[in-house]
């Protein structure tokens, strides 16, 4: 069974920074590509950045690019998300989440692209 356990979120000021960590279990870690999807309220979920198997390749949303990084550690089994100069529009619940098969990885900037995700942990950027 896969599970996917983030944490790390919390309430920071604006420009201020966070790091978000994602512990995998119950697949061949190393093998899968792993992303980010965030939902601010009342909002769709979207996609935030994602990174292939190995580490390879990285893809961010244009809203986050230059200022989030997309980290993984396959010994661990983690990813890990470092947030800096957040901004109020960055508030929502974020994501972690894998996609069905292995080594996929074209697609990964889409929220369709995922089929499991964790429980989510909040980030919430005050003014």
């Known amino acids: 069974q896969v599970q996917l356990v983030e944490s790390g979120g919390g309430l920071v000021q604006t420009g201020g920074s966070l790091r978000l960590t994602c512990v995998v279990s119950?697949?061949?870690?190393?093998?899968?590509?792993l992303g980010w999807l965030r939902q601010a309220p009342g909002k769709e979920r979207e996609f935030v950045a994602a990174?292939?198997?190995?580490?390879?390749?990285?893809y961010y949303a244009d809203a986050v690019l230059n200022r989030f990084t997309l980290s993984r550690d396959d010994a661990e089994k983690t990813i890990s998300l470092q947030m800096k100069y957040l901004k109020p529009e960055d508030t929502a619940v974020y994501f972690c989440?894998?996609?069905?098969?292995?080594?996929?990885?074209?697609?990964?900037?889409?929220?369709?692209?995922?089929?499991?995700w964790g429980q989510g942990t909040q980030v919430t950027v005050s003014l």
């Open positions: 119950g697949l061949p870690f190393s093998d899968y590509a």
């Open positions: 990174i292939s198997a190995f580490g390879e390749a990285t």
């Open positions: 989440a894998v996609p069905s098969r292995p080594r996929m990885f074209a697609k990964a900037a889409s929220t369709d692209f995922y089929t499991q």
